[in-house]
């Protein structure tokens, strides 16, 4: 019963460090910036695109504006559909009001 249970791998730290340089980073980035602005082309297919960043933030942007006009129409739905089921539910109590009063002995 007790082999049911045991992994056969154990579960290891295994790190294999990688060693980064960012010396040679920056040189190799600011090497395609200037082949990109001379245009020179190179046959790799890395090729440099400025300020990434400001493109993560606008698309993120973009989709945090996609995101709130979809939970506002989310909002406004669910919002509907409680007051249809709060309707429904007093409805209900309102035209069997008494023998719900029967059933909890008031």
């Known amino acids: 019963m007790g082999r ?3 992994r ?3 579960r290891k730290f295994d790190l294999k460090p990688r060693y980064w340089d960012p010396d040679k980073e920056e040189r190799e980035e600011r090497e395609k910036r200037v082949k990109a602005e001379l245009g ?3 046959n790799d297919k890395d090729v440099y695109v400025p300020h990434i960043d400001g493109k993560f ?3 993120y942007n973009e989709r945090k504006a996609n995101r709130r006009g979809y939970n506002g129409k989310y ?3 669910m919002f509907l559909i409680l007051i249809g089921v709060f309707l429904i539910v007093l ?3 309102m035209r069997h009001s008494e023998s719900l009063f029967r059933f909890f002995g008031m």
Do not use: G, H, N, P
């Open 4 to 6: 049911m249970f045991e």
């Open 8 to 10: 056969k791998d154990t």
């Open 40 to 42: 020179i082309e190179e």
């Open 57 to 59: 933030r606008s698309l």
């Open 75 to 77: 909002a406004v739905r």
């Open 91 to 93: 409805y209900l109590l």
